[in-house]
């Protein structure tokens, strides 16, 4: 890597500022290491040349890479479904209008599972992205492509989509910093909305102190999503211990979550650091967060189905022709949505229908309420609860593929704090043997916040980052 | 368990065309999943209200004023087929 792409985003905005740095240079610098992509983790690149506005901005000559969820006026955005192939969006995420608001550019567009349906980036109608630490396992999804491009230093930061833990564990399954924040903090208009009560847009990056930045820059009410509230300032982290906090551990951790011992280690030694930092660990009842998984499999598909019904091959995307509507409409969504969505579309028109509906729908938003009360009881005595990110470190590609609820296991621990609307981090931990025997892998921790608390998150993740010091880097 | 029946049932309301070997595998998919999902029916759940919404907003209103919209022919341009400045669409007709 040369001495320019080792450059954290907020050096690399610095140096910019300061004039020395060019931004074409370090442009240039990017889209040649974005060019180099053998990991499928870009759908679409940019050839290069514009500059950006805002050259006094936060984020000045700063490339991105934007996960294909968010619509990019003029460039091809497809969500990573055959059923968007060609669609071109007349206007731009407000997300990425703030970032290249602030100077940054759209290096490129990122791979990603279907609609952010999965949780292993296998759903992406343009084929599977690889970890860069093992090209035999998967990045994790939904947002694998943005989490392996900043791990493979084919991108110096990236934004994605969170919606159950897609933001969060690609970043724990690639060994860098996923930041979810508080529903509401960042607009979601010119978001392909997969389950609008629960998407929120965050940041992937290298180190803490970057997602900070971003955060800053995305965050922000908008006119255009009126359930977006913004949160003010965000604070660049600079916290050195831990003194007077207090980490919740939720009680039962590890009985029936299925977590790896590799990564059950690395948890443990981690709340030991939190100790030695000056921090308190005690264990707190989250009785419902086992739930989760239930509530949220009912919840988020049952919102899919009813967005996803605009892709009817008449306004935009891809049509199947037929003699009659009807037809047409069943054509071009059998050949337009992948296995992954239409088993989700099924899901939730299944729990909404007529007969159903009370006993999935309804009580999985009592459920979400549960959790929702459990969390706020827990930050009634605690500052943050904490949790592994991912019960396993990244997994061999097709290893899950047959089997769609071990697959949504994968977010036992993600899935909490969508359903609440809290904002959570996973920072890189360590690393761990997979079960098989092989190379080690990253394991994220989790550290989450009252909502918007993301200050004081990133403070606290920011001195666990620095006393762990994960320098390690993926393989070539 | 969701049989053959409920399989094709959904898949009409859902506008979705399955094959018949999509019908079989959807069919044991749905069971599995909705199986692990019903674990939810053992919680007590009478006196909770539903969470509709995480964030406590209310009537999120702006000022009622006529601005520009997007232009008409920019709009069809992703479109499959349009005909005289409107999306056209196959007949909907052979639906009896």
Known sequence: ?476 | MIDREQVLHVARLARLRLGEEDVERMSGELSTILEHVDRIAELDLDEVEPTDHVVDLENVLRPDEPRPSWPREQMLEQAPDTAESAFRVPSPQAEA
């Open chain 1, 1 to 476: 890597m040369s001495e320019l792409l080792g450059l954290t985003v907020a050096e690399a905005a610095g140096r910019i500022r300061e004039g020395a740095l060019s931004a074409a240079e370090y442009g240039q610098a990017w889209r040649e290491a974005a060019a180099g992509d053998r990991l499928n983790a870009y759908l679409w690149t940019a050839e290069g040349g514009e500059e950006g506005n805002g050259a006094d901005g936060a984020l000045a000559g700063v490339p991105i890479a934007v996960k294909d969820i968010f619509c990019t006026e003029g460039v091809p955005t497809t969500a990573a479904s055959r059923i968007l192939e060609g669609y071109r969006p007349p206007y731009t995420a407000t997300a990425v209008r703030r970032l290249t608001g602030a100077g940054a550019r759209v290096l490129g567009k990122t791979n990603m599972d279907e609609f952010a349906m999965g949780s292993s980036n296998e759903n992406s109608a343009y084929g599977p992205v690889l970890n860069p630490w093992d090209t035999a396992r998967v990045p994790g999804g939904s947002s694998g492509g943005s989490a392996a491009a900043v791990a493979a230093g084919l991108a110096p930061c990236a934004i994605g989509t969170d919606t159950g833990g897609s933001i969060r564990q690609p970043a724990s399954l690639c060994g860098i910093v996923g930041l979810k924040p508080t529903y509401g903090a960042v607009s979601r208009y010119g978001m392909i909305a997969f389950a609008s009560s629960l998407d929120q847009c965050g940041p992937l990056t290298r180190d803490v102190t970057d997602a900070a930045l971003l955060l800053g820059v995305l965050e922000g009410r908008d006119p255009c999503d009126s359930t977006s509230v913004g949160l003010g300032e965000v604070r660049l982290p600079g916290r050195e211990d831990l003194r007077g906090l207090r980490f919740a551990v939720p009680s039962g951790i590890g009985e029936e979550d299925g977590i790896e011992p590799g990564v059950r280690d690395v948890f443990e030694a981690t709340l030991r650091r939190i100790e030695e930092l000056g921090g308190e660990v005690d264990s707190a009842e989250l009785t419902h967060a086992p739930h989760g998984i239930s509530a949220y499999y009912v919840i988020a598909p049952a919102e899919a189905s009813s967005n996803l019904a605009r892709y009817d091959g008449v306004r935009y995307g891809m049509r199947v022709e037929a003699p009659e509507v009807i037809e047409m409409y069943e054509a071009t969504r059998a050949a337009g949505f992948g296995a992954e969505v239409k088993r989700r579309i099924m899901l939730g028109t299944y729990a909404l229908s007529s007969g159903y509906y009370e006993a999935y729908y309804g009580r999985a938003q009592r459920v979400r309420t549960k959790i929702a009360e459990d969390f706020a009881a827990a930050f009634e005595g605690f500052d943050f609860v904490v949790t592994p990110t991912s019960p396993s470190v990244a997994f061999g590609l097709g290893e899950k593929t047959g089997d769609p609820l071990a697959m949504y296991l994968n977010d036992y621990f993600t899935v909490p704090m969508s359903l609440a609307g809290i904002p959570a981090i996973s920072i890189p931990a360590g690393l761990a043997e997979p079960p098989g025997g092989g190379a080690r892998l990253p394991v994220g921790f989790q550290i989450a916040a009252p909502a918007f608390h993301e200050s004081e998150l990133l403070d606290a993740a920011y001195a666990l980052e620095q006393s762990i010091g994960f320098e390690a880097k993926p393989p070539a």
